[in-house]
């Protein structure tokens, strides 16, 4: 059986890989979008538990896809974790006002992810709260 389904925001090739290569190994079922139009729909289709969402995208980017989804009632709960490489001050803030659950800075530590991604999943937090 496989586990939670986690939607993955990204337009990066290479860290769509090694996002979709740590988390089928760790047993969720990953559905993958690159832009951030492609990711609206597919939340509505695979109502996934949890979205990682990379900010900086061409387009649609991570704060206008946060803030679209927080607009809607059935999304105002759904963890939304910000996967970027804006580490500048007050970015982490920005994105946390935008909407966005929580905040991993690029490069991603693989296990804070994992700690992080299985915190939202029990549902123990809801805001900046994973315990960082």
Same mark, same amino acid.
């Given at each position: ?57 061409? #387009? ?7 803030? %679209? ?23 982490? %803030?920005?994105?946390? +006002? +935008? ?25 123990? #937090? ?7």
């Amino acid at each position: 059986m496989s586990g939670p389904t986690i939607l993955v925001v990204e337009d990066n090739p290479d860290n769509m890989y090694v996002l979709d290569h740590l988390l089928t190994r760790k047993g969720y079922t990953v559905r993958q979008a690159v832009r951030g139009d492609e990711a609206l729909a597919l939340v509505e289709q695979v109502r996934p538990a949890l979205v990682l969402l990379d900010m900086q995208m061409p #387009g649609l980017d991570g704060y206008g896809v946060v803030r %679209e989804l927080r607009r809607r009632p059935e999304w105002a709960s759904l963890p939304i974790i910000a996967v970027t490489a804006s580490s500048m001050p007050g970015d982490r %803030e920005q994105t946390l +006002a +935008a909407g966005c659950t929580d905040y991993l800075a690029k490069p991603i530590s693989p296990r804070e992810l994992l700690q992080m991604i299985e915190h939202y999943l029990r549902g123990a #937090g809801h805001g900046n709260d994973s315990g960082r």
